[in-house]
């Protein structure tokens, strides 16, 4: 009798975690993810090749894996904070030493069933890892030096480390996610201030300091009709791309520019390129409003939450998602320089999508236990 209640409390339990989940948030992640496979298969000519299987089965794999994270209490999440970022900056270690390299630049590892970016997991685990730190100080103490000095070690060295792979686009995404945790735990806003004058001030300077492929990409965003066959070339076709789709598009796997093969990493970093010419203006805003809902219950979930811990964690990861959205979009629409973002979830990479589904698993988690207090 006793085994018998014991079954049905925890089947009571899986079941009441199970009605706790945010289903518009989760419809609308299968949607972007029904979307980005319709892409792929676009990208693929219209065939289901290498690309379309792979992305097809990570994004299966890394979906189940999101829900499972979806039942974990956010109490592990929390006690995993610190260890889970040492872990990915001794990964970060790993590869500079023994990573594989790939034109010019050592940023994965060979795990055989998939080639991991550590960087792309750090995306997520700063987050994770200042969301702890942040979560039981005492508001005087949040903007003592002490505090800000920790921070910014706890910021700066996962950079450094991406930054010598090299990656510069990646490092400063890094930074974004961590930011935006100081941001939303209280840090005196005129730090943000001096820091933003520091930076366009000692720019000049930075840029003395960058490698030949990323000045020219630099003086590609500000004249990219210099050299329109050479560095100038993929900007300015995926502009041509995503002007000649239109109101309504050239429709799905009618796109020129990539059957003809005008775009370059039309699988990658421009798959909204792609996207747009194929379904147009009308196409690129369902897409928007779609991430825009995908944020907004982020930020509703962190706002229901009683952890100041879950809060922060989704305060600071829908900014970021809200970050790496716009900064992909201005950059193949040539108002930044190309620097490497990935789109999330519609981009294809296998690191990109693991280190998004487990933020989302995260966040879901904070919602399945949104009443869970953390001492």
């Not at 904070?81 to 390299?101: A, D, E, M, Q």
């Not at 997991?121 to 002490?146: D, G, P, Q, T």
């Not at 990935?342 to 693991?354: E, K, N």
Request: net charge positive; charged share 10%; with cysteine.
């Amino acid at each position: 009798m006793y085994q018998h209640t014991r079954l049905t409390n925890n089947n009571f339990g899986f079941f009441q975690k199970f009605r706790n989940f945010d289903y518009i948030l989760l419809i609308c992640i299968l949607l972007l993810g029904f979307i980005s496979l319709a892409t792929m298969y676009s990208t693929d000519g219209g065939k289901i090749l290498f690309h379309t299987k792979s992305h097809f089965i990570k994004l299966m794999f890394f979906t189940m894996m999101m829900l499972f994270i979806s039942f974990i209490n956010i109490k592990f999440w929390f006690s995993i904070g610190y260890l889970s970022y040492i872990v990915v900056v001794s990964l970060l270690v790993w590869t500079y030493f023994f990573g594989i390299t790939s034109s010019g630049s050592k940023r994965w590892m060979d795990l055989y069933f998939i080639n991991l970016q550590p960087s792309e997991l750090m995306k997520i685990f700063i987050i994770l890892c200042l969301a702890k730190y942040f979560h039981r100080m005492k508001l005087e103490n949040v903007n003592s030096v002490y505090t800000i000095l920790t921070s910014l070690i706890i910021i700066l060295l996962p950079m450094g480390l991406v930054i010598v792979q090299p990656d510069l686009g990646t490092s400063v995404l890094i930074a974004v996610s961590g930011i935006a945790v100081l941001w939303f735990a209280g840090i005196n806003h005129k730090y943000f201030i001096y820091t933003m004058l520091g930076f366009v001030i000692s720019l000049p300077f930075v840029i003395a300091f960058l490698k030949p492929y990323q000045k020219l990409r630099v003086l590609t965003f500000l004249n990219p009709d210099k050299d329109p066959l050479g560095a100038g070339y993929q900007i300015i076709q995926s502009k041509i791309a995503v002007g000649s789709g239109g109101i309504f598009g050239k429709g799905f796997l009618k796109g020129t520019q990539s059957y003809l093969e005008f775009l370059p990493e039309k699988h990658t970093d421009f798959i909204f390129t792609l996207f747009s010419e194929e379904f147009g203006f009308v196409g690129s805003v369902v897409l928007l409003v779609i991430y825009i809902i995908i944020i907004y219950r982020i930020i509703a979930i962190g706002a229901n939450s009683r952890s100041y811990f879950a809060k922060l964690f989704c305060y600071g990861f829908g900014a970021a998602i809200f970050v790496f959205i716009t900064i992909n979009m201005s950059m193949v629409l040539g108002l930044l320089p190309i620097v490497g973002s990935p789109l999330p979830i519609m981009s294809y990479g296998g690191s990109s999508m693991l280190a998004t589904m487990i933020g989302f698993g995260i966040v879901m988690s904070a919602r399945v236990h949104s009443q869970q207090l953390i001492a």
